[in-house]
């Protein structure tokens, strides 16, 4: 089995930063693609970033030029770094993964969330 732990959530006041972990563990062969998603109160989970295993990133174009997606293939985490937040930032902010396991099959799946508060 597969599992994601996010963590680094918090509350934070407009303007400030947060950085995000997500840890990917158990029968891992390589992970494809590691994206973070944002459910804002009474919204649907949205794409905040991802990363693919060269290390091509994607970002919505609210996160474009204020948050950065990174990787550590080594230790099967992604980070997401978030500068000039906003309260429309506010979230619980998801972690999931495209993962080839050990024996050949694919898991794809999600963290458990961290949340982000963002103060004005």
């Known amino acids: 089995q597969v599992q994601l732990v996010e963590s680094g959530g918090g509350l934070v006041q407009a303007g400030g930063s947060l950085s995000l972990s997500c840890v990917a563990s158990?029968?891992?062969?390589?992970?494809?693609?590691m994206n973070w998603y944002q459910q804002a109160p009474g919204k649907q989970r949205e794409l905040v970033a991802g990363?693919?295993?060269?290390?091509?990133?994607t970002y919505s174009h609210s996160a474009e030029g204020r948050f950065t997606i990174s990787r550590d293939n080594a230790k099967n985490t992604v980070y997401l770094q978030m500068n000039s937040l906003k309260p429309e930032d506010t979230g619980v902010y998801y972690c999931?993964?495209?993962?080839?396991?050990?024996?050949?099959?694919?898991?794809?799946?999600w963290g458990q969330g961290t949340q982000v508060t963002v103060s004005s």
């Open positions: 999931n993964a495209d993962v080839v396991k050990l024996v050949g099959t694919v898991w794809y799946g």
């Open positions: 158990g029968s891992i062969l390589s992970i494809k693609s």
């Open positions: 990363i693919k295993l060269d290390g091509s990133t």
